[in-house]
Each structure stands twice: as C-alpha cells, then as structure tokens.
C-alpha cells in the first residue's frame, strides 16, 4: 500500500515537471549521487536474492536511463575531490560496484565500455586467488535452487533433521547450521568447498557447473589486473569481507586487503566500503590512521560537501526499485523526499518520548 502512494506521488511530482526541475537546480548541482551495486546474474541469482543482483537487461535499463537523461558519470575520486571543491558538472552521478564478484569482469565491465563509464569496484579479496565460490553464498543459493525439496538429516554437514526448504525461514536456518557446523569445525576454505559440494550432492546440485560458470566466485587476480589496467579503480573491502570490533584484527583486515589490491593494480587504494553497511563510529579513527580518504555506506542520501568523509551516504539500487524510484534518486527528488520521511519520523520518536 505504502509502495502505490509513493508510486502515485512520484508520479505526479514528474508529471508536475518537478524531477526536472531538482534535478537541474542549484541544490542538486551541489550534491554527488554515489549509486552502489553488487552483482549482474549469470544465471537466476537475482531471483534467489533480488537485493543484491540484478537482471542484466535491468542493469543496462538503468545505464540507459543514464545516458538518455545526461547524467555526468563521473570516477570516485575525481567526484569526490569536485564535490570537495564545489566544482560538480550538473546532474553528477558515480558508480560504484561492492564485493567484486565474477559477474562483474563478464557482463558489467562491457557495459560499462560499450556506455563509456567509469566505476569503482570495492572488492573483497580472500576468495580472489582461489577458484571457488564463497561459501555461505553458495549454500544459501543451492538450497534455494532446492526449495521445492527437503534437505534430509546428515551429519556430515550439520544438519541434524530434515529440513523442508520451501520456507525463506527454514532456508536460511539450515544455511546458518552448516555455515556454523563448518566455523565449529575449523574448516579450511578448501575443505569448505569440499562441504559445499557434499551438499550439493545431496540436493542434486550440480556443483562442477555451478564452479565451471563461476558463479558467487570473486574475480581472479589475472582479472582484476586486466580491469585495472584498463580503468577501472579498485579501492578497499575488507580482505575476508567482515568488521573485527578488535582493532588489531580490523586492521588486519583493511592491511591484507590494501596489499593484496595494491600488487594487482600497482595502485594503492585509498576509498574504503563498509561491507554490509556495517559502521560504527569507533572505526573513523581507525580508518583515519591507516590513511583511508573516504569510506561509503549503505545509507541512502546524496553526499554534499558538508558528508562526513568516512560515512558517505550511497543509493542501494535493487531488482525491487522500479525505474520510476530509480529516477527520482538520480534527480534528487527521492533523496529530499526520504529526508523528510526521516525527519518527520524523528519528530513523532521525540513526541512519543515526552508523551
Ligand atoms: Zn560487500
């Protein structure tokens, strides 16, 4: 319900001209729009989880509406060091890609050449040397491509009933029980492959195809040097994907992660993405003393110069936002209309809080 208002307003606001107007007014020209994207199914993921992969045909959608509508796309650094000296081109938009993941080198990197745009990949890089797919990703899809069956008791893998996987619920319970059977284990990410293709076993998966299209597999090291090479800008992910609250271990991570980039691009990625969005303050100064410039989040909003640095604000765009949505968030429309849903939202807490 909440969707077909929002749907009916955003229409009437671009029937009204005012998405033209936002967006070639002197309040957008002051504001970067950093869009994130995750992955470009090879072959169903983006019905296994519609937040995080697109369609190809709808990733080209948007590149189009892109194009047609005379977006400035601009590389994150330069963006940001515009932004900086509030010297933005009208309607500037940068593109960013997290995690990395093998579909990007195959289906986004020619889009992005036949379109001409620059983007930013935040990658991860524990898996890069390694031709297999992560592993709780790839439990969590098998069981998905599965869920019209029952995953039978085995012990083998940690799964101690039957588990019917028609439910989301029950799919992610029993993803949880064998990525913690494996954790408990101490598993290898080796002997976590070995895992993941037992299982695949048992679901009648097949597994050597889902490893020969590379699925859920990070780019390799060859791949990555070849997009950096040719322009592409790789910056800082985390090397195994996580946020250690321990602060020698967090800075292990962003280490390992920089050195391994670093030897693949002959650049020394600087910008950093949370994985997850997960941030707490705490991480600034951490962050700030390995010498990282700028660091993106999940959090919807359009960065302007007054952004802190560390906490950028980004557009998540899923399979489940429609062009109209999108739209709204490349004008500007949709960043002020979600301001103010926050700020009366605030208001109501606060009113609550004293009645
Ligand atoms: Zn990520």
Redesign the pocket.
């Known amino acids: 319900m909440q969707k077909r208002i929002r749907d009916t307003l955003l229409r009437t606001l671009k029937a009204a001209g005012v998405f033209d107007r936002v967006r070639d007014g002197r309040w957008r020209r002051r504001q970067l729009l950093i869009l994130c994207y995750?992955g470009v199914a090879i072959e169903d993921e983006n019905l296994w989880t519609p937040a995080l992969f697109l369609a190809p045909s709808r990733l080209r959608d948007r590149f189009e509406m892109l194009k047609q509508k005379d977006y400035h796309v601009l590389p994150l650094i330069e963006g940001l060091e515009r932004l900086r000296r509030n010297d933005l081109p009208p309607r500037s938009v940068v593109l960013t890609f997290?995690?990395g993941t093998y579909d990007f080198y195959k289906l986004t990197y020619p889009l992005l050449r036949e379109y001409g745009f620059p983007a930013t990949v935040?990658q991860?890089t524990h898996y890069c040397s390694r031709r297999m797919p992560v592993f709780n990703l790839i439990c969590s899809y098998m069981l998905w491509k599965r869920r019209e069956t029952v995953l039978p008791a085995a012990r083998s893998i940690g799964i101690m009933r039957d588990m019917p996987l028609e439910a989301r619920g029950s799919r992610e319970t029993a993803t949880h029980q064998i990525v913690a059977f494996a954790d408990q284990e101490q598993l290898s990410t080796e002997q976590k492959n070995e895992l993941a293709a037992e299982l695949a076993r048992r679901l009648g998966v097949d597994y050597p195809d889902l490893l020969r299209q590379r699925i859920l597999q990070l780019m390799s090291p060859q791949e990555i040097a070849e997009l950096a090479a040719a322009g592409i800008s790789f910056e800082l992910?985390t090397h195994r994907?996580r946020m250690p609250r321990d602060r020698a271990l967090f800075e292990r991570e962003i280490l390992d992660n920089r050195d391994a980039i670093e030897t693949l691009t002959k650049r020394r990625p600087a910008h950093f993405?949370y994985?997850?969005g997960d941030y707490e303050r705490l991480f600034l100064p951490w962050l700030a003393e390995l010498g990282v410039v700028s660091a993106s989040t999940c959090d919807p909003g359009l960065a302007s110069v007054r952004s802190q640095m560390l906490l950028l604000p980004r557009f998540v765009d899923t399979t489940g936002q429609t062009a109209l949505e999108f739209e709204s968030w490349l004008t500007g429309v949709g960043a002020l209309m979600a301001a103010r849903a926050q700020a009366v939202w605030s208001r109501n807490r606060s009113l609550d809080r004293r009645s």
């Open positions: 995750h997290d995690d935040y991860t992910h994907h993405c994985p997850g």
